[in-house]
């Protein structure tokens, strides 16, 4: 019986099955903040953390589990290594622009490293076990 390109296994993300759920009670009382983020995902998690790092007090509402939506079904990888983007950024906008493109994806990398190393400290801190 032919596979049609399926992939042996189960059908799941790893994110998804191996990270606690998480819990939060809902809001029972209104709450004034600078910044509402609606949707915990990857992009409402990281606009939150730009808004709080600069200063902002912030409120991040999720209907269902943090980082549970795409974002937690996503390969999840950080790379400027695209061989195959080059080869078209190299056609359409020339060598300053495939270096352009290498440059911001290579920093996108730091910054990306850098967030998740001081949200891990915070948590860290702020953990009921220290963990």
Request: no cysteine; hydrophobic share 40%; charged share 15%.
């Amino acid at each position: 019986m032919p596979n049609n390109g399926a992939l042996p296994g189960a059908a799941e993300s790893y994110w998804m099955s191996s990270t606690d759920s998480t819990r939060f009670a809902p809001l029972t009382a209104d709450v004034t903040v600078d910044v509402a983020v609606v949707g915990g995902g990857i992009a409402g998690l990281s606009a939150a953390w730009e808004a709080a790092e600069s200063g902002r007090s912030v409120a991040v509402v999720e209907a269902d589990r943090i980082a549970a939506g795409v974002s937690g079904y996503t390969t999840a990888k950080l790379t400027a290594q695209h061989g195959l983007i080059y080869e078209r950024l190299l056609r359409t906008r020339g060598p300053q622009g495939a270096r352009t493109n290498a440059a911001r994806s290579a920093l996108g990398g730091r910054v990306t490293r850098t967030t998740i190393s001081a949200a891990q400290r915070l948590l860290a801190r702020h953990s009921p076990t220290g963990a």
